[in-house]
């Protein structure tokens, strides 16, 4: 599939974006290991979270779905039966780390898939602290990719695991296998990362307690005890906002409004960079639903400038960098990011993929080990030239060069679209509502 756009100016309106992917993913996982009937409302129908709703299904949890409303009879904390045949993950990276977790400690073997993109993703740096806790986790050749064979009926201990690089990932499957192992589970992170995980346990009634340190947050838990059924509304994915920020703020006539966006001050790192770059982004009706603070975002066409990014701010928009990058190349003056060495690998080595991208439409930056530094074009009317753009299947760099063609002077196509399914199911038709000449060629 590919994306051709035509330039266009204008990015206006009132659109409801695709649920939270996060905590779409684990109102599956906590409810099919809960006591009692768990009932989620806005669940994101994309194909990440649909392959952990189909794992959960293959392991006799019973899921009713009703587009996106589900009904999750969990089995408890032990109920967990053995799957046939192996757990197909399809492209998602959070199915996997997360579930080689849960998977750790239950009584029977197990074998996660993935499709060719997924196959190619590191999975060591979850195997190797299951290891520490005692599980039998074996992955595939010599860059310890999928699949990923877990053996059953080992005892885990719990373990206090230092992580050597910020990653929600890493902690919420330490975290998950800690709710079966012996003693007290303690992960500490150099940086604060998004703590859904830590919330959604709270709200499933398990005891979480974080501890702030100087840089990152400890959280320790206690294994052996249950886990209790509750409702869940899924709010809107900021990560899925950043999309529709980025455009409202670079198009000549911009003025969006995004209801109901989860703002966990843990993501909202995109709001926080966009502001320093001099973006207009205000917050209102701000409240709480199942735990997560949640509110409208609103955002109108700004003049940016260029910043250093802020390192503390780096783990808290991992995901919206690709995004930012052309927030970047719309401002005056040079952009930095460093400390984003995570970004290497994820769907694609996004900071090497989204420099190639650039310079194709035009765009002066410099790749580093751990960052990319970005010459903005934001005196210019037209800041990118047109091109051919590959997104080597994601999603993320597929929607930000389409908000590209908001400032650029020719016709833009983005090759191998198809995948943004996986996250965000009806992009293309809301960003034409909003104002892009976008059009979906399907090969």
């Known amino acids: ?6 330039p266009s100016t204008t990015f206006t309106g009132t659109h409801k974006v695709a649920p939270d992917k996060s905590i779409s993913h684990r109102t599956i996982m906590f409810g099919s290991l809960a006591n009692g009937v768990t009932k989620v409302t806005n669940f994101l129908q994309g194909e990440d979270a649909l392959s952990t709703l189909q794992a959960f299904a293959d392991m006799g949890v019973q899921i009713l779905r009703d587009g996106d409303k589900v009904t999750i009879y969990g089995v408890g904390i032990n109920g967990l039966k053995a799957p046939t045949k192996p757990l197909d993950m399809g492209n998602s990276g959070t199915s996997m780390r997360l579930l080689a977790g849960i998977l750790s400690a239950q009584s029977f073997d197990s074998t996660m898939i993935g499709d060719e993109s997924l196959s190619k993703r590191p999975m060591e740096r979850v195997a190797k602290p299951l290891r520490q806790m005692g599980a039998k986790v074996a992955t595939t050749g010599e860059r310890g990719t999928p699949p990923m064979t877990i053996t059953g009926g080992q005892t885990l201990n719990a373990i206090r695991y230092e992580m050597p690089m910020a990653s929600a990932q890493v902690k919420s499957c330490l975290l998950l296998a800690g709710l079966w192992a012996t003693g007290e589970t303690v992960v500490v992170e150099p940086e604060i990362t998004r703590d859904h995980t830590e919330r959604m346990l709270t709200a499933f009634g398990y005891d979480v307690k974080v501890t702030p340190l100087e840089r ?3 959280i320790r838990l206690t294994g052996g005890k249950e886990l209790t059924a509750c409702d869940i509304e899924v709010p809107a994915d900021i990560s899925a906002s950043a999309f529709f920020m980025v455009a409202g703020l670079i198009a000549k006539t911009g003025d969006v409004v995004l209801p109901k966006v989860g703002i966990n001050p843990t993501r909202t790192g995109v709001i926080d960079i966009l502001r320093l770059m001099g973006a207009d982004i205000t917050l209102t009706n701000q409240t709480l639903v199942g735990g997560e603070p949640v509110a409208d975002i609103c955002v109108k066409s700004s003049k940016l400038h260029g910043i250093e990014i802020p390192l503390h701010l780096v783990p808290l928009a991992i995901d919206e960098f690709p995004v930012i990058f052309v927030a970047a190349a719309c401002a005056t003056g040079k952009t930095v990011l460093r400390g984003a060495e995570e970004l290497r690998v994820k769907e694609s080595d996004r900071i090497q993929v989204m420099a190639d991208g650039l310079a194709t439409l035009g765009i002066d930056c410099t790749v580093l080990d751990d960052g990319i530094e970005i010459v903005g074009r934001g005196e210019s009317e037209f800041v990118f030239g047109g091109g051919e753009i590959e997104c080597h299947h994601d999603h993320r760099i597929a929607m930000s060069f389409a ?28 960003v034409k509502e909003a104002g892009l000449n976008l ?4 090969n």
């Open 1 to 6: 599939m590919k994306y051709k756009l035509t």
């Open 216 to 218: 990152g947050n400890q």
């Open 403 to 430: 908000v590209a063609s908001l400032r650029a002077k020719d016709e833009i196509i983005i090759n191998g679209t198809e995948t943004v399914a996986t996250s965000f199911p009806n992009f293309a038709k809301l």
């Open 439 to 442: 059009e979906v060629i399907d």
